[in-house]
């Protein structure tokens, strides 16, 4: 049982370095999710896709980009990487955009901007 | 400024002993959900709360949503040291239109120990 599956899970980059961050998921399910987590701000909503074929901004876009590749797949890119965006980056799925709809998380890529 | 404010922020407790940790808002929200993250996995979902006034148990956690669904508490009985964890309440403001979006409370640390 994968569920969500992350990669890379550790990445050390240098500010201006580009990068994407893959996430797959096997369950099916229609909306997918990227998320950031830093201490003492619980998750902050990057970007979500409700549907393959749809993306939308979440609480903290700026200096993302995010490609829903098929229904499987959702990317998160950076284009020029600064040290402010250091931190854990989680995907996550759910089966459908309702909003009482669980979220299965992947286990994370720990994300350093030196 | 977070819109669910959860506290404490970290609780270190011997087992055996009760807790409650809140989560705490002063805007509407159409359900709450509950989840538990360990040291590098992603959140799990432990519950739902959907009605003003709900209760639910899950073993030796029990779950409350306000009668005004602004707040939520979770309280452990018996703690053990298998339920020491991040724990993140999360919910979908009716103020903030997308029924897709989550947002979170920023968590509270809890360390049971032997």
């Known amino acids: 049982n994968a569920g969500v599956t992350q990669t890379p899970k550790f990445q050390v980059l240098k500010t201006g370095q580009s990068m994407t961050l893959q996430c797959a998921q096997d369950?099916?399910?229609?909306?997918m999710y990227w998320y950031r987590q830093d201490p003492g701000m619980g998750l902050r909503l990057i970007y979500y896709?409700?549907?393959?074929?749809?993306?939308d901004k979440g609480e903290v876009p700026n200096g993302y980009n995010v490609s829903r590749l098929n229904k499987r797949e959702f990317s998160l890119r950076l284009e020029s990487a600064a040290p402010s965006q250091t931190s854990v980056y989680f995907c996550?799925?759910?089966?459908?955009?309702?909003?009482?709809?669980?979220?299965?998380f992947g286990d994370g890529t720990r994300l350093s901007i030196l | 400024t977070q819109l669910l404010e959860q506290s404490p922020q970290f609780l270190s407790i011997q087992e055996g002993e009760n807790l409650t940790v809140y989560c705490n808002s002063s805007?509407?929200?159409?359900?709450l959900q509950w989840y538990r993250q360990e040291p590098g996995e992603g959140p799990v979902l432990l519950v739902t709360?959907?009605?003003?006034?709900e209760v639910k148990k899950l073993k030796r956690l029990t779950f409350q949503f306000g009668d005004a669904r602004k707040d939520s508490s979770l309280h452990i009985t018996a703690a053990q040291p298998g339920d020491t964890g991040l724990y993140l309440c999360?919910?979908?403001?009716?103020?903030?239109?997308?029924?897709?979006?989550?947002?979170f409370g920023q968590g509270t640390r809890l360390t049971i120990n032997p």
């Open positions: 996550a799925s759910s089966e459908t955009g309702v909003s009482n709809q669980p979220q299965h």
């Open positions: 369950m099916n399910h229609n909306s």
């Open positions: 896709s409700a549907s393959e074929g749809t993306t």
């Open positions: 805007s509407v929200f159409s359900s």
């Open positions: 709360v959907v009605t003003g006034g």
């Open positions: 999360a919910g979908p403001p009716t103020r903030i239109q997308g029924a897709q979006k989550l947002v």
